[in-house]
């Protein structure tokens, strides 16, 4: 069993707090915590990659299908599963 997965979103709120205190917390504008993830939304969604690569998270998946498109960064910051949401990278070729 997943030892993360298993975690209640109350257990989950602990760490939430030290991510929080990592990154600027005036710049989120919606935060999702879930048992098994965080998921951040910054104001400006142009701050989406400094706040993923402040937390560590190098994992990108451009969501250019959509209007308008978005970056999402993944990874795991101190053992928890996060996403953060950000601006379509410019510059990334399509595959």
């Not at 690569?53 to 994992?59: F, N, P, S, T």
Request: overall charge negative.
């Amino acid at each position: 069993m997943n030892p993360i997965a298993s975690q209640s979103v109350t257990e989950r709120l602990g760490d939430v707090i030290d991510l929080l205190r990592h990154v600027r917390a005036d710049w989120i504008e919606v935060l999702t915590v879930t048992p098994e993830r965080v998921c951040l939304q910054p104001w400006h969604l142009d701050d989406g990659e400094s706040i993923a690569r402040a937390l560590g998270l190098d994992h990108a998946i451009d969501q250019r299908m959509v209007e308008p498109g978005y970056t999402l960064w993944s990874g795991t910051w101190r053992g928890v599963e996060v996403q953060v949401r950000g601006a379509l990278r410019a510059g990334v070729p399509a595959l």
